[in-house]
């Protein structure tokens, strides 16, 4: 499969661990991107990488959450101190030119 | 603000109808417009790219649509069978520099058999 790769696809923690998702993208694509999606809604942004360079992070990227891209090619995103609001769907997507590619995404669910 | 709505919200039709969903948008200086399916629990599966240069693009049953003067942009879906039942978005990339998407909050769409 040579498409973008997320793990786990389901995560669930108590309030106040910390979580961190992998994203893989498809190879050679050199944007990469983290979006949440809660129930009902679309995604919304999270933030932006270009190569091992995070170029933009939204405001809901609270100082909780960090995200690394150390060799330009997957990326982690880490949750500290989880609270029962981070409950969502993680998706990450890459793109090399203008179309972009989703992976299946991370279900966090917060007890 | 960047924004994108999506009318309807949810939408059930009899299997065989041909359809229309509808995306609109607040500013004209797009980069480009995806349409996404979602199926639930899923991740997202690209359906049709249209670019700011394009006006429209097709792909099998599926015919997307772009009219940045008007800020809308339109799904056509022919012949719809039950397995289209899922939930699709519609996201702008507003000529912002980081290619970024704006996305909609989807229209759910049942077929009924």
């Known amino acids: 499969d040579t498409g973008v790769s997320q793990n786990p696809r389901h995560k669930i923690t108590k309030r106040g661990q910390n979580v961190t998702f992998r994203c893989d993208p498809i190879?050679?694509?050199?944007?990469l991107y983290w979006y949440r999606q809660t129930l009902g809604q679309g995604p919304e942004f999270l933030t932006y990488?270009?190569?091992?360079?995070?170029?933009?992070k939204s405001r809901l990227l609270s100082d909780r959450f960090s995200a690394e891209r150390p060799k330009g090619s997957f990326s982690t995103l880490e949750i500290q101190r989880t609270e029962q609001g981070d409950s969502a769907m993680y998706l990450c997507?890459?793109?090399?030119?203008?179309?972009?590619?989703f992976g299946q995404g991370t279900r966090l669910t917060v007890v | 603000k960047q924004e994108v709505t999506q009318i309807p919200a949810a939408l059930s039709v009899p299997e065989g109808e041909n359809l229309v969903l509808n995306c609109s948008f607040t500013?004209?200086?797009?980069?480009?417009l995806q349409w996404f399916r979602q199926d639930p629990g899923k991740g997202l599966t690209s359906l049709l790219l249209?670019?700011?240069?394009?006006r429209e693009q097709t792909s099998g049953r599926l015919n997307a649509s772009l009219d940045k003067s008007s800020g809308r942009s339109t799904l056509y879906i022919a012949a719809s069978q039950p397995g289209d039942s899922a939930t699709y978005l519609c996201?702008?990339?507003?000529?912002?520099?980081?290619?970024?998407?704006?996305f909609g909050t989807g229209t759910r769409l049942k077929v009924l058999a």
């Open positions: 997507a890459s793109r090399k030119n203008t179309e972009a590619f």
């Open positions: 190879s050679e694509h050199n944007r």
């Open positions: 990488f270009q190569n091992e360079a995070q170029l933009e």
């Open positions: 500013d004209s200086a797009i980069y480009n």
């Open positions: 249209i670019q700011s240069s394009q």
């Open positions: 996201a702008v990339d507003f000529t912002s520099g980081t290619y970024k998407y704006i």
